[in-house]
């Protein structure tokens, strides 16, 4: 009779505790690293595009029922206080905030799912657009300079733009809506040169992203004027 409850014993202490439900809704990948963080041994280059200031990181966050974000951040004024809101679009939002934070934030029950955003990557580009697009040998194509319109380069990267001004890029060129790591890549750029190439007297502004909700936030913009 003793071994009988001894045995049971051992079983019930084998027995694997179940995750809360705040962190089943943080993807493993964001958990494992939100825990490295906490015991102080994060590799800092395993995370996804690096940190941002004040070692915080972009997070999407997916909410539950269809809940509208608008509504959530009414619901929860103080979040911008913890967090910095980059994206609030339909039922998703894009936050940054600290690992130390990511628990508070995940035992919210209008969260449904917390994890990285998944990130655009450039691919090459061919120079010399006005060869690629084989735009001499279509007769008229190369009368059109572009003049009177305005074309918008979206992408996730202008670095080394400033050196093409008035040499492979327009000067005036707006840049008025760069922001945060827009030096990451140079894929924009090549795609303005080849649009300078074609169109040479057409007005370019720039536009970077790196996140879906971002690239879906610019186009949301754009549709709406």
Same mark, same amino acid.
């Given at each position: 009779?003793?071994?009988?409850?001894?045995?049971?014993?051992?079983?019930?202490?084998?027995?694997?505790?179940?995750?809360?439900?705040?962190?089943?809704?943080?993807?493993?990948?964001?958990?494992?690293?939100?825990?490295?963080?906490?015991?102080?041994?994060?590799?800092?280059?395993?995370?996804?595009?690096?940190?941002?200031?004040?070692?915080?990181?972009?997070?999407?966050?997916?909410?539950?029922?269809?809940?509208?974000?608008?509504?959530?951040?009414?619901?929860?004024?103080?979040?911008? @206080?913890?967090?910095?809101?980059?994206?609030?679009?339909?039922?998703?939002?894009?936050?940054?905030?600290?690992?130390?934070?990511?628990?508070?934030?995940?035992?919210?029950?209008?969260?449904?799912?917390?994890?990285?955003?998944?990130?655009?990557?450039?691919?090459?580009?061919?120079?010399?657009?006005?060869?690629?697009?084989?735009?001499?040998?279509?007769?008229?194509?190369?009368?059109?300079?572009?003049?009177?319109?305005?074309?918008?380069?979206?992408?996730?990267?202008?670095?080394?733009?400033?050196?093409?001004?008035?040499?492979?890029?327009? @000067?005036?060129?707006?840049?008025?809506?760069?922001?945060? @790591?827009?030096?990451?890549?140079?894929?924009?750029?090549?795609?303005?040169?080849?649009?300078?190439?074609?169109?040479?007297?057409?007005?370019?502004?720039?536009? @970077?992203?790196?996140?879906?909700?971002?690239?879906?936030?610019?186009?949301?913009?754009?549709?709406?004027?």
């Amino acid at each position: 009779m003793l071994s009988a409850v001894l045995s049971m014993m051992v079983l019930a202490e084998a027995a694997p505790v179940s995750p809360d439900a705040s962190e089943v809704r943080v993807s493993t990948e964001l958990l494992r690293q939100a825990r490295a963080f906490q015991n102080g041994d994060l590799d800092w280059s395993t995370v996804r595009r690096g940190r941002l200031p004040g070692d915080r990181v972009k997070v999407h966050v997916e909410l539950a029922d269809r809940l509208q974000s608008t509504a959530f951040l009414a619901r929860y004024p103080e979040l911008s @206080n913890d967090t910095e809101i980059q994206v609030s679009l339909g039922s998703e939002l894009q936050l940054g905030i600290s690992f130390s934070d990511l628990h508070w934030l995940s035992e919210l029950e209008e969260i449904q799912r917390i994890r990285y955003p998944v990130y655009a990557r450039s691919k090459e580009v061919l120079s010399e657009g006005v060869d690629f697009l084989a735009a001499d040998s279509l007769g008229e194509l190369h009368k059109r300079t572009g003049r009177g319109v305005k074309v918008a380069i979206v992408d996730i990267g202008f670095a080394g733009y400033e050196e093409l001004l008035g040499v492979e890029l327009p @000067n005036t060129t707006d840049v008025s809506a760069l922001k945060g @790591n827009w030096e990451s890549d140079s894929h924009g750029t090549a795609v303005a040169e080849i649009v300078h190439d074609v169109a040479p007297e057409a007005e370019l502004a720039f536009y @970077n992203f790196e996140t879906e909700l971002e690239f879906r936030q610019l186009m949301l913009e754009f549709s709406e004027g």
